[in-house]
């Protein structure tokens, strides 16, 4: 099973170093290529604190108020403390355990028993009888241990220790997505908010168009048809407008379900969304991705603990061996406990090793393998994902960019379109269709460019999450 482990890591290094195309030097601290686009730096922008990462304070305050309010987010800080009452529950079963015991009772001994006839032969003291009924009140403390000699109770501790530990790397996990989440839906708000000032200015512009129009439809210099068309344009981009406004409405409430709170409005600047800007990419070594990313530590945690459950199945097969003792005093009369003669006291042990019937211990070692080798495969999921998700987003990065740049020349010579086009339409140089046409053009236009910076901005936040950044 060790030599399988080991196989699957050394595997799983290779399809990293294949994965980038070059091999990972520690000592040279080599950039893969699939980093390429990114500042080739030693560093790691995973290590700045996100509230450095995030320059908008509308921004910082949301996250700030998620951190303190997220239900989800307080969900699995209780869990972490369960784990670590775990933790501590796990180390007592190793220790001795001690306690103090006091009982109590009377007893009638029938007459005409052995018991009995033997009692009524007896004198407690010179002259006095047994008394009827007679009590027996004891009091004492126990001791029990059991002899931890194959390490089954501290494997199993410590494969507690490491399921706490990857509860706090989940937790940080959380908080990585949370921030990216948080942030990603608050430039989403601002893309629509721009979308919808400019869907605004398009339907004054395409207001005018129609009052043009209907002017030169009076004087039958177009007809009806055209009317029509142009008021159509202008419903259809009304309509639209009301689906943004949805949208807005949609998003303000989820950015508040991640935030904590009922729906209300987020404060925010819709002007920031062209003018935001974040600091250079720093990948530092592909070594340091395993260093930052809290799943991949939190996977790691795992399969450590459960190569220790693997250890505590197998030493079921064991014997175990208990000790117990106990001292204390026990009379029928509380008046004469402290005297020597009440004195109690015992010291036992036992041996005990399964040898028939071992079917449900063997259950429960192949148990404990299988979730071995699934911890062995999650863990290089995990690896392979997070691999992937740095290559996607530095390429998502690049191509929007130059995304970014073509469409913005598309947007200026549409936009001087727009008024060639009218100028064209009031000299009867070009017909009412043309310039419908390019009013179309020049709104899809500019909506798609304010897209086009949404996933700018998303790539630059899932850069800085697929790093490992976001929870400190």
């Known amino acids: 099973m060790h030599k399988y482990i080991a196989a699957t890591l050394l595997l799983v290094s290779i399809a990293g170093c294949k994965l980038f195309k070059e091999p990972i030097r520690a000592e040279n601290k080599t950039v893969p290529s699939a980093y390429n686009g990114a500042t080739q730096d030693t560093t790691n922008s995973a290590n ?38 775990e933790v501590r529950a796990r180390k007592g079963e190793y220790l001795p355990f001690g306690g103090l015991k006091l009982g109590g009772g009377v007893e009638k001994t029938p007459r005409y028993t052995p018991q009995g006839a033997v009692e ?33 109770l501290r494997n199993a501790k410590k494969a507690a220790v490491s399921r706490y530990l990857a509860s706090i790397e989940g937790k940080n996990f959380m908080v990585t997505n ?18 919808l000032v400019i869907i605004n200015q398009n339907i004054d512009i395409q207001k005018n168009a129609l009052g043009i129009i209907r002017q030169q439809k009076d004087n039958a210099r177009v007809s009806q048809l055209a009317v029509n068309r142009f008021d159509a344009q202008l419903l259809n981009t009304q309509n639209l407008q009301y689906e943004i406004q949805q949208k807005i409405v949609e998003t303000e409430n989820h950015i508040n379900y991640l935030v904590g709170r009922f729906p209300q409005p ?112 999650g863990y290089e999921q995990t690896i392979l994902k997070a691999y992937v998700e740095v290559a996607n987003q530095f390429s998502a990065i690049d191509k929007y960019s130059k995304s970014y740049d073509t469409k913005s020349t598309e947007v200026d010579i549409l936009t001087q379109s727009i008024t060639v086009s009218d100028k064209l339409f009031r000299s009867a140089r070009a017909d009412y269709m043309e310039v419908l046409l390019t009013q179309r053009e020049a709104l899809e236009s500019r909506m798609q ?21 976001g929870w400190k």
């Open 178 to 195: 949370l921030v990216a989440e948080i942030a990603e839906s608050y430039y989403e708000l601002l893309t629509l908010d721009n979308q």
């Open 449 to 469: 460019l304010i897209e086009i910076r949404n996933k700018q901005l998303k790539a630059d936040i899932n850069i800085y999450k697929a790093l490992g950044g």
């Open 266 to 377: 987020v404060r925010r600047n819709p002007l920031t969304l062209n003018t935001v800007r974040f600091d250079s990419i720093f990948v530092g070594t592909p070594a340091q991705l395993f260093e930052n990313r809290p799943d991949i530590r939190k996977a790691e945690q795992e399969l450590a603990a459960a190569k220790l459950d693997v250890k505590v199945a197998k030493a079921s097969f064991y014997p175990t061996i208990h000790l117990s003792a106990e001292i204390g005093f026990q009379a029928f009369n509380p008046a004469v406990w402290f005297r020597p003669e009440s004195l109690l006291g015992s010291i036992f042990g036992d041996i005990a090793a399964p040898l028939i019937n071992r079917n449900a211990i063997k259950a429960a070692y192949f148990t404990s393998r299988a979730n071995q080798v699934k911890a062995v495969y």
């Open 48 to 85: 700045i604190k996100w509230r450095h990462y995030f320059s908008d304070p509308d921004l910082i305050a949301l996250i700030d108020t998620a951190l303190k309010n997220n239900q989800e987010l307080n969900i699995t800080m209780q869990e972490i403390q369960v784990a670590q009452a």
């Open 120 to 152: 009524d032969q007896l004198e407690v003291q010179p002259g006095r009888r047994f008394p009827e009924p007679i009590g027996d009140i004891a009091v004492s403390a126990a001791f029990s241990w059991e002899l931890d000699i194959w390490k089954k």
